[in-house]
């Protein structure tokens, strides 16, 4: 257990819809990142947080966007949906002591759309 | 900009004997980190090993070690006296450090024959 946590673990929904993914980090790590791991573009880097500030954005599409809150869990927002959007999307958390030399990923959340 | 190539999408291997999987990387930062995570059919991301650019020593973690050769911008990874529970996708990833974002490789599936 990584002390990542994410929900939903599965998501099914339709083209057009709207769905928000949740992310706690591990207690006191102050980054979280969002990664899409899909069949045809592999693991991308899609945004990074650190307290509550965006720090590097990757390919993120305008549809996405992100937050971290004052509590430092981040939610990722994923909009007009498209079946392309199909993936698994992990959360990935780092940052407590110094010299941790991981990022620490959550079990992902899997989204389906039809 | 950074970059991961892993050659091989799959390998066998037999049980109790070594693997190496292959990772190439390229970038213009002049200190880095690589990572290593392996990704069992469950899905999750399980870290593995990490090496720095200025440590001189290659990393070893039990059964992995990492060899590091920074004039050929290699970080093979080698696992150790394999076991069926190694079956899983492996990837490579380099990033400034665990603070920042990741750049992941394509993965080499792994199997491992009893």
């Known amino acids: 257990d990584s002390g990542v946590t994410q929900t939903p673990k599965h998501l099914i929904t339709a083209t057009g819809q709207r769905v928000t993914l949740r992310c706690s980090p591990r207690?006191?790590?102050?980054?979280v990142y969002w990664y899409q791991q899909s069949l045809d573009q592999g693991l991308q880097f899609l945004i990074q947080?650190?307290?509550?500030?965006?720090?590097a954005k990757g390919n993120i599409l305008e549809r996405f966007s992100a937050q971290q809150f004052p509590d430092l869990h981040s939610e990722l927002n994923l909009s007009s949906l498209e079946l392309g959007d199909s993936a698994l999307y992990f959360c990935?958390?780092?940052?407590?002591?110094?010299?941790?030399?991981?990022?620490?990923f959550g079990p992902g959340t899997r989204l389906t759309v039809l | 900009a950074q970059k991961i190539t892993q050659t091989q999408p799959g390998m066998f291997v037999q049980e109790k004997e070594a693997v190496t999987l292959d990772c190439t990387y390229d970038t213009s930062d002049q200190s880095y980190g690589l990572f290593w995570y392996k990704q069992p059919s469950s899905g999750e991301m399980i870290f593995l090993i990490y090496q720095g650019s200025y440590d001189e020593q290659n990393a070893t973690e039990g059964r992995y070690s990492l060899n590091f050769q920074k004039a050929r911008k290699s970080a093979n990874l080698v696992i150790s006296a394999s076991q069926l529970g190694d079956s899983a996708m492996y990837f490579c990833a380099i990033g400034r450090d665990s603070s920042y974002k990741l750049i992941f490789g394509s993965g080499t599936r792994l199997l491992v024959r009893p």
């Open positions: 990935a958390s780092s940052g407590r002591l110094a010299g941790d030399n991981e990022q620490f």
């Open positions: 947080y650190y307290n509550g500030e965006e720090r």
């Open positions: 207690s006191g790590d102050l980054s």
